[in-house]
């Protein structure tokens, strides 16, 4: 069965500090899609990122990096520096090619929280 | 372009009642996804619409229930309201090709309070 667990329920760190999400996803599809999401306190979840399962490559946006490692089925997100800005729930989600035919599994979430 | 545009943002209701909910994919998109979000159960899919049709659904009641018209905007219904039916429904659109594939971008949500 497909599932995706981010086993940090929340993180605190004070800004400038770097911090990093766990993903952990689990599949049986030989093709799937990963994301994340950010949903400030607003409520709108906010796309960050999609990589497929072909892709390993690491990703790098700004503060923002992602690492992908199918061996471990991770799909870490490091931000650099944070920023009292960066302080959301962050969400990651799996997307199968076939077996939940498209729709989005998400994990529980991590609430981040940046303090000045 | 404009984003995913969802009405009303907040909603209360008694138990018992139904509620309509409303979403406007962005312009192009054909593919409008629901979710419920909750505390307990955190994001969970509801269903899916493309051209009208419904191609993907949940697991949830058949209380819940959506459509599509011709411009691809979408209503989620929920009849005979329950307690647990408190939560943010999220309204999500994408182009609509091969599913899975396609990034979903979401509206800021709907915010149901039933009493």
């Known amino acids: 069965a497909q599932k995706v667990t981010q086993a940090q329920t929340e993180i605190s760190v004070v800004e400038k500090e770097d911090v990093t999400l766990d993903c952990v996803y689990e599949?049986?599809?030989?093709?799937?899609?990963l994301f994340w999401y950010k949903q400030p306190p607003s409520g709108e979840l906010v796309f960050l990122i999609r990589r497929n399962s072909f892709d390993e490559q690491n990703e790098i946006s700004g503060r923002y990096s992602w690492n992908f490692q199918k061996s471990t089925s991770s799909f870490n997100f490091t931000i650099t520096a944070s920023q009292v800005v960066d302080s959301a729930v962050y969400f990651c989600a799996l997307s199968e090619a076939e077996g939940s035919q498209g729709n989005l599994i998400f994990g529980k979430g991590t609430k981040l929280s940046v303090k000045p | 372009k404009a984003g995913v545009t969802q009405t009303p943002r907040y909603l209360i209701k008694t138990r018992g009642q139904q509620v309509t909910l409303s979403c406007s994919p962005i312009s192009g998109h054909r593919s409008v996804s629901w979710y419920q979000q909750t505390p307990g159960q955190g994001l969970q899919f509801l269903f899916e619409y493309f051209s009208e049709t419904q191609r993907n659904k949940g697991n949830f009641p058949g209380r819940f229930s959506g459509r599509q018209f011709s411009n691809s905007r979408s209503e989620m219904n929920v009849s005979t309201l329950e307690l647990g039916d408190s939560a943010l429904y999220l309204c999500?659109?994408?182009?609509?090709?091969?599913?899975?594939?396609?990034?979903?971008?979401f509206g800021p949500g709907t915010r149901l309070l039933v009493l």
């Open positions: 999500a659109s994408s182009m609509g090709g091969w599913r899975g594939y396609e990034t979903q971008y």
């Open positions: 599949t049986r599809d030989t093709t799937y899609y």
